[in-house]
């Protein structure tokens, strides 16, 4: 059965800092994806970054990289520069190919960012 | 990204009587659809997951006869919440996976008090 883990439940951070999002999942199928989604106080979830298994190089997508540690089975989000609207919910989400393929999330990280 | 439209955004409904949800995706046909429910600071639940033109696969523990979904079209599906109760009360998120997309893409929700 898939998995996904979310340690931090909740981070400040000052702002132009970086900031690292943990994610360690968990699955037996060697066919799958993983994302983080971010969800501000309206609700909305917005897709940041994806990063296949397969992929040999991490993820980028603007301000925000996927540390993609394939042995340790962990997906950490970073976001250089943090600005004030990086405030919000971070999901980290997993979908196995071989199966199911429906898309599971972890517990969520709740992002502050200090001015 | 592709988008995703969910109506109504927040429902207010008493308590016996049926509230239906509508998800599209206006711009890409969604072979695939997930509902998901969200109590309040907590992760994203996923209920079930349907296909167009087949019936929807539902997740352990979601009563089936309480959640109708329906997903008659590439572009469109439906959870009813038949003979609702105060603790259906809770925000209702879909999201639609198709087209040359690998991520899956989400409305924008629907809250839902039942009183």
């Known amino acids: 059965a898939q998995k996904i883990t979310q340690t931090q439940p909740g981070m400040f951070v000052q702002e132009k800092e970086a900031v690292t999002l943990d994610c360690t999942y968990d699955?037996?199928?060697?066919?799958?994806?993983l994302f983080w989604y971010k969800q501000p106080s309206s609700g909305e979830m917005i897709f940041l970054i994806y990063?296949?298994?397969?992929?040999?190089q991490n993820a980028t997508e603007g301000r925000y990289s996927l540390n993609f540690q394939k042995a340790r089975k962990s997906a950490n989000l970073v976001i250089s520069a943090s600005q004030l609207g990086d405030s919000a919910m971070y999901f980290c989400?997993?979908?196995?190919?071989?199966?199911?393929?429906?898309?599971?999330f972890g517990s969520g990280t709740r992002l502050s960012i200090r001015p | 990204g592709a988008v995703v439209s969910q109506h109504p955004s927040w429902v207010i409904c008493k308590s016996g009587t049926s509230v239906k949800i509508e998800c599209r995706s206006l711009d890409f046909q969604a072979t695939t659809m997930f509902w998901y429910r969200q109590f309040p600071k907590q992760s994203l639940m996923l209920m079930a997951t349907s296909n167009e033109g087949s019936k929807a696969t539902y997740e352990q523990g979601v009563e089936k006869d309480k959640f109708l979904i329906n997903h008659a079209s590439l572009t469109l599906s439906t959870l009813t919440v038949t003979s609702a109760h105060p603790e259906d009360s809770s925000f209702y998120i879909c999201s639609a996976r198709g087209g040359s997309h690998t991520e899956a893409f989400f409305g924008q929700g629907t809250r839902l008090t039942v009183v």
């Open positions: 990063q296949g298994s397969y992929d040999q």
């Open positions: 989400a997993m979908r196995e190919y071989s199966s199911a393929s429906k898309i599971i």
């Open positions: 699955t037996s199928d060697p066919s799958y994806g």
